[in-house]
């Protein structure tokens, strides 16, 4: 009864806690990309403000999907202890590693520059600013490294040796190089920006459909947004596929 209600417990929290992780990481890379498009337009008025509107409107979403990110996985990773605690201070030593340092390194590096860039605007220059939301997109992508090596240590063990009925890290190298890991993270990647676009692209279509309903001009911001989406995500689909056919054929080896 405790191990069914203790999966159950888990299950739900990751599950409700991923809902948020692929937007965060998609759309991370595609304000990147808005802002990068609003600062090499900032010699042509009409389109760098289009650019900045747009950045701002989606701003406001990631921000508040980035938030309800981070407090649902705060709870999943003391469910690691509290649910699984025998598991974890079994394999602590390798299992832990990797999530430690997507805690110091990569979610402090994402939480730093995503305060420089929330509050820095108009205060430091334009290309700092524009580096400041670039290196978000980079932490949120090494946050999904170091999780996924974890991960990838429990599908494919690498890297370790058992020392007094315990699993300990004898090769860091051979856990953040295993296949396993390497598959699943171009996959997640590429799954990320799916679902980041299909978002964008459907808020965007409500707009103008509603424009288009009104008898008004169709709004540029999601108009642009729409052809944005619709681009990248075309791409991110056939990677997708791609890659998950890849990951699922080296699971089978």
């Keep these: 009864m405790t191990l069914d209600l203790?999966?159950?417990?888990?299950?739900?929290?990751?599950?409700?806690?991923?809902?948020?992780?692929?937007?965060?990481?998609?759309?991370?890379?595609?304000?990147?990309?808005?802002?990068?498009?609003?600062?090499?337009t900032r010699h042509d008025p009409e389109r760098h403000a289009k650019w900045e509107r747009m950045t701002v409107f989606w701003r406001r979403l990631f921000l508040i999907n980035f938030a309800i990110g981070v407090v649902t996985g705060i709870v999943q990773e003391f469910q690691f202890g509290m649910n699984w605690s025998l598991y974890s201070r079994y394999v602590g030593s390798v299992f832990g590693a990797p999530l430690a340092i997507e805690g110091l390194l990569a979610f402090f590096l994402e939480s730093t520059f995503l305060g420089v860039w929330i509050f820095g605007k108009d205060r430091i220059s334009a290309r700092l600013h524009l580096a400041s939301i670039w290196l978000v997109s980079i932490g949120t992508m090494l946050s999904a490294l170091f999780i996924l090596a974890a991960n990838a240590w429990m599908q494919h063990p690498v890297g370790y040796k058992i020392v007094g009925n315990r699993a300990i890290m004898t090769n860091f190298w051979a856990v953040m190089t295993n296949s396993t890991l390497i598959g699943s993270f171009l996959h997640v990647l590429f799954s990320a920006l799916v679902t980041a676009t299909?978002?964008?692209?459907?808020?965007?279509?409500?707009?103008?459909?509603?424009?288009?309903?009104?008898?008004?001009?169709?709004?540029?911001?999601?108009a642009t947004s729409a052809k944005l989406a619709m681009i990248v995500g075309s791409v991110a689909i056939v990677a997708c596929m791609f890659f998950g056919d890849n990951q699922a054929r080296i699971m089978e080896r």
């Design 6 to 40: 203790s999966r159950w417990q888990f299950g739900i929290t990751t599950v409700f806690h991923f809902i948020f992780v692929p937007l965060s990481i998609g759309l991370a890379l595609l304000m990147a990309m808005m802002q990068t498009a609003a600062y090499r």
């Design 198 to 222: 299909m978002l964008m692209l459907g808020i965007s279509a409500w707009h103008l459909l509603k424009s288009h309903r009104a008898g008004s001009e169709p709004h540029p911001v999601f």
